[in-house]
């Protein structure tokens, strides 16, 4: 499976991105789909995930603000963020797990593969 991600950019606070990824493979919608954010000096962390029945779950701190979704037949994940904060700036990751058991998947560990990030600056 490869990803690639596309999207990002250099946005006001305020403003809203919709990054995208793009997943190979027949069995996309099978997949449970996640976003990572990572930034400069600190740990890669959970931003959202979207499972292969298209239920959804959000770090807190983009609860309300950001929405995942996915298009089976696009075999495409993305992410809506609205209301940016400079806080949210980071590289954003989007990773795929090939088995979805049925339960929320936060961790990085959880996920097979990984697509290569995109960029999303924030200006106060």
């Known amino acids: 499976v490869q990803l690639q991600a596309s999207g990002g950019g250099l946005v006001q606070a305020g403003d809203s991105l919709r990054p995208s990824c793009a997943a190979s493979?027949?069995?996309?919608?099978?997949?449970?789909m996640g976003w990572f954010r990572q930034a400069p000096g600190k740990e890669r962390e959970f931003v959202a995930t979207i499972s292969s029945g298209g239920t959804t779950y959000y770090a807190d701190s983009v609860k309300g603000r950001f929405t995942i979704s996915r298009d089976n037949v696009k075999n495409t994940v993305y992410l809506q963020m609205n209301s940016l904060k400079p806080e949210d700036a980071a590289v954003y990751y989007c990773?795929?797990?090939?088995?979805?058991?049925?339960?929320?998947?936060?961790?990085?560990?959880?996920?097979?593969?990984w697509g290569q990030g995109t960029l999303v600056t924030v200006s106060s």
């Open positions: 493979g027949r069995t996309f919608s099978t997949y449970v």
């Open positions: 990773a795929s797990k090939r088995y979805d058991g049925g339960r929320f998947y936060r961790l990085p560990v959880d996920y097979d593969y």
